[in-house]
C-alpha cells in the first residue's frame, strides 16, 4: 500500500505514534456509560473513552438505524484459525499479538474466498459490538451513489454537483462535478488538520445548510479534477447529492439496497448532522466487524447480490478504483494500492481492506491514541501484506 495515504489526512502534518503500545484498554461494555467523553472533544477523547464511546455512538449523538434483515450472509470459520502470520518493520519481527496491541485494535477478522480464518477481539468488544467507522462511510456513500446511478436517479459522475445541490450555484463549485467530489479534486479551498482544533475539518458547522453557507464560500486553488486535497465536508456534500437524487435518507437506502438484500447480521447506525438533519457522508457508520467483513465482500461482488441481481452498475467498483489524475493513490472515496487491493479507511485505525485478486477481505475495529500516525500505518501495511500473502497459499 501507499505509505502516508491510507489515511483520511495523508498530505497533511502526521503526528508521530508511541513506538511501544500496550493496546486498547478493556471497559467492561456494562459500565461504558461510565466513560463516555465530551461530545464536543470526539477527536480528543481519552483511551478509555474512546472504547465507550466508539461502541455506542448511537448513545451519544443522533443517528438513524440502518435497518437489517432477517437472514445474514453466512461467514463459515475455517477449521484452523490463522495465528503465526509473521511480519515485519524495521528489520524486526512481529505476529498477530503483537499487531492487535500495537496498533490498539479491539476486532480483526481475515476472510479468504468468504471463510473466515482469523477473527479476534479485544478491550470488552465480541462479534456483535457496534463500532464507529469514521471515513469508511466515505466508501460506503462511493457505492450508494453508484446504485442511485444503477437506480437511474443520477445520470452520471459527469455531471456537476450544483444541479443536485443549487445551493452551490455561483460559487467556487461551479463546474464541480460528481467525479471531482469523489476523488477529492474539487480545487476548493480546505484545511483537513485534525490535530489543529482551528482547522476547517474541526469547526465544521453540524448543520447542512451551514455547511452550504461555509463551503460557498471557500476559494478556489485549483482546476477541478487536478488536484488532490483530502475533504471531509465534501463527501458531506456527496451523502447531501445522493439524498437529493434519491428523495429519501441514506440510511434508509442503504438498508435497503445493501444492508437486508446482502446479508449483513446485524442493524447498525449513521450518525447525522443533528435534529432532523441528513447522514453524515463523511462520517460515521457503527456497525459490527462481520458487516464491515461484508462490505468488502459486497465490493469484491461488485455490487452482485447473492441471487444474481445487481445492486451497482457494471463495473462500478473497477471504475472505483481506478487511480485519479490529483492522486493515483485515490479513486472514488476508496484509498489504493500498487498491487490492486484498495481500502476503506478511516481515523483510529478503522479499515477494510479488499485484495481483489487474492480475493481476500481484512477489517479492523481499533482505537489508536492518535487520529493518524506513520508508524500505526507501517504496522497496519506490512501486517495486512502478509496476512494476504498467507492466506493465497492456503
Not at 459486497?298 to 467498483?317: K, N, Y
Amino acid at each position: 500500500m501507499f505509505a502516508a495515504p491510507l489515511c483520511a489526512f495523508a498530505l497533511l502534518a502526521i503526528a508521530a505514534a508511541p513506538a511501544a503500545q500496550a493496546g486498547a484498554p478493556y471497559v467492561d461494555p456494562a459500565t461504558d456509560a461510565e466513560h463516555f467523553g465530551p461530545p464536543t472533544q470526539f477527536l480528543f477523547w481519552q483511551a478509555k473513552q474512546k472504547v465507550a464511546g466508539f461502541r455506542n455512538i448511537e448513545s451519544i449523538y443522533p443517528t438513524r438505524v440502518i435497518q437489517a434483515g432477517e437472514h445474514a450472509l453466512p461467514l463459515p470459520v475455517a477449521d484452523a484459525a490463522v495465528n503465526d502470520v509473521a511480519y515485519r518493520v524495521d528489520g524486526r519481527s512481529f505476529g498477530v499479538d503483537d499487531f492487535i496491541n500495537h496498533n490498539h485494535v479491539v476486532g480483526l477478522i481475515a476472510l479468504k474466498d468468504g471463510v473466515i480464518h482469523l477473527e479476534r477481539y479485544a478491550a470488552g468488544n465480541t462479534e456483535h459490538s457496534l463500532w464507529v467507522s469514521f471515513s469508511v462511510a466515505k466508501s460506503v456513500v462511493s457505492m450508494l451513489l453508484g446504485a442511485a446511478i444503477a437506480d437511474g436517479y443520477i445520470e452520471s459522475v459527469d455531471e456537476e454537483v450544483s444541479t443536485y445541490l443549487p445551493r452551490l450555484q455561483g460559487s467556487a463549485y461551479d463546474d464541480v462535478t460528481i467525479r471531482n467530489l469523489l476523488q477529492m479534486a474539487s480545487g476548493v479551498a480546505w484545511n483537513e488538520d485534525y490535530a489543529d482544533p482551528a482547522s476547517d475539518v474541526n469547526t465544521m458547522p453540524p448543520r447542512l445548510v451551514d455547511l452550504y453557507r461555509v463551503l460557498g464560500a471557500k476559494e478556489r486553488i485549483a482546476k477541478p479534477g487536478e488536484q488532490f486535497n483530502y475533504n471531509t465536508a465534501e463527501t458531506n456534500l456527496v451523502g447531501a447529492l445522493v439524498r437529493s437524487a434519491i428523495g429519501n435518507n441514506l440510511a434508509t437506502y442503504l438498508a435497503h439496497k445493501i444492508w437486508i438484500p446482502f446479508g449483513m447480521q446485524a442493524s447498525a447506525n449513521w450518525m447525522t448532522h443533528g435534529p432532523g438533519g441528513g447522514e453524515l457522508g463523511g462520517c460515521c457508520i457503527n456497525a459490527t466487524l462481520r458487516d464491515y467483513a461484508r462490505l468488502g465482500l459486497f465490493a469484491l461482488a461488485d455490487g452482485v447480490l447473492s441471487d444474481g441481481s445487481r445492486v451497482l452498475p457494471e463495473g462500478w467498483m473497477r471504475e472505483s478504483i481506478k487511480p485519479s489524475a490529483g492522486f493515483p493513490g485515490y479513486g472514488y472515496l476508496w484509498w489504493l494500492s500498487p498491487n490492486g487491493a484498495y481500502s476503506a479507511v478511516g481515523i483510529f485505525g478503522q479499515g477494510i481492506y479488499v485484495d481483489p485478486a487474492r480475493q481476500v477481505v481484512i477489517a479492523t475495529h481499533s482505537a489508536w491514541p492518535t487520529a493518524i500516525g506513520d508508524e500505526f500505518y507501517q504496522h497496519r501495511q506490512a501486517f495486512f501484506a502478509a496476512l494476504a500473502t498467507h492466506l493465497e497459499a492456503l
